[in-house]
């Protein structure tokens, strides 16, 4: 995108890149607290061009992802009514990259979108993360692989994998600030 070259990919895949790209800099500007009308907002600026029929809206059918399938299409509203909840009630400090994580997990394992959960689920994770003066986890390509089989495992497990990559990736700066 810095160079505007677009590499041998489905136009699709550029288009949706190109949004995403546009709504992750629309994060940061974000001045309120994270609504679900934000995360419907997200999605459907990110796919109304390339996948209208669900562009912005919850799922209404099962999903299965490799192993693990998806919470049933009929439980995602309340269940995203709860987590938006939790997240109203995020804590003050360090504890918000604990927090973030927890709810990255949660959001997954719901996965109330047809497509896209990944992209919006790292985005409520920087925005949780971001807004709480801390630096962004941005999962390399390389990182790709163990990242996704951390949802393999249960909640606290995830957790503990994600503390050990943000600090992995941030533990100069963070114990720098710290001292």
Known sequence: MEHKISPNKPIRDVKETEAHAKVFFEMLR??????KQILLNWHKEIFSETKPDIAGK???????IGDHLATDWQDV?????????????KPK????????????????KIHPFGDGNGRIGRLILNFLIWHAGYPMLIVTYKKRKSYNNAFK????NFIKYFLRYYLSIHKKRYLKSTS
Request: hydrophobic content about 45%; cysteine-free.
């Open 93 to 108: 400090g360090e504890e918000i990259i604990k927090f973030a994580a927890a709810i990255h997990y949660r959001f997954e």
């Open 153 to 156: 495992k249960d909640e606290e």
């Open 30 to 35: 974000i001045k309120q607290e994270l609504t």
């Open 58 to 64: 919850f799922r209404d059918y099962l999903v299965r």
């Open 77 to 89: 509203e309340a269940l995203m009514l709860d987590l938006m909840r939790q997240i109203d009630n």
